[in-house]
């Protein structure tokens, strides 16, 4: 079993429309959450860190639930420039360990 | 934000040569830098763990011949492909963690080499 599990999409979305990625990890002893953006032969960027009391930034809310050891991001109002591969990543230790990424593409 | 630069940013080898691909923090001292392969829709795999001034930390599965990691100074790690083969051909992406925050990690724009 990969211990981050993302669906790989791709997610196909007119612009304007809310989509919602999940992501389950499985040791329960990681310690932090984030959300990165991979645009095509680029490097991952960060986007968001993720907590369990949720946060939100913009268009964009990630959520956290440990029991669960589930994790998922919401885009709001879809744009574009969102289009990208979105990576779930677990911090254990001092490592990261990401997900396969799952893939946007926003359509006018 | 902090600025990790990669070189060469592509390369094009020969099976049989080596390959050295430097990681650069610009504006921070990184005792500790990272080194990823991403393969054609996988995800980033940590290959390695390089502390300045002492041996690398390989992940399982990763050959540490084939790899050889360097990390001489505080702003600069180095990996070097070894007799390389076709399936090396990868997305080489390095990443470090500056030494006062010890928190975030700033990833370096890669390194695309294809082996012939």
């Known amino acids: 079993r990969k211990e981050v599990e993302q669906d790989p999409g791709p997610f196909n979305v007119p612009e304007g429309a809310t989509v919602a990625f999940n992501c389950t990890y499985s040791n329960s002893a990681s310690q932090s959450f984030f959300w990165y953006r991979q645009d095509c032969r680029k490097e991952p960027k960060l986007l968001m860190s993720?907590?369990?009391s949720g946060n939100e930034d913009g268009r964009f809310t990630a959520q956290l639930n440990r029991a669960s050891q589930y994790i998922s991001l919401l885009i709001r109002d879809s744009k574009l420039s969102d289009s990208a591969t979105y990576l779930c990543?677990?911090?254990?230790?001092?490592?990261?360990?990401f997900g396969t990424g799952t893939r946007l593409q926003v359509f006018p | 934000g902090a600025v990790v630069s990669q070189h060469p940013s592509r390369v094009i080898c020969k099976s049989g040569t080596s390959v050295k691909i430097e990681c650069r923090s610009l504006d921070f001292q990184a005792t500790t830098m990272f080194w990823y392969r991403q393969f054609p829709k996988k995800s980033l795999m940590l290959m390695a763990t390089s502390n300045e001034g002492s041996k690398a930390t390989y992940e399982q599965g990763v050959e540490k011949d084939k790899f050889l990691i360097n990390h001489a100074s505080l702003t600069l790690s180095t990996l070097t492909v070894t007799s390389a083969h076709p399936e090396d051909s990868s997305f080489y992406i390095c990443?470090?963690?500056?030494?006062?925050?010890?928190?975030?990690?700033?990833f370096g724009p890669g390194t695309r080499l294809t082996v012939t």
């Open positions: 990443s470090a963690r500056d030494r006062i925050s010890a928190y975030e990690q700033y």
């Open positions: 990543v677990v911090r254990n230790t001092d490592k990261l360990i």
């Open positions: 993720v907590y369990s």
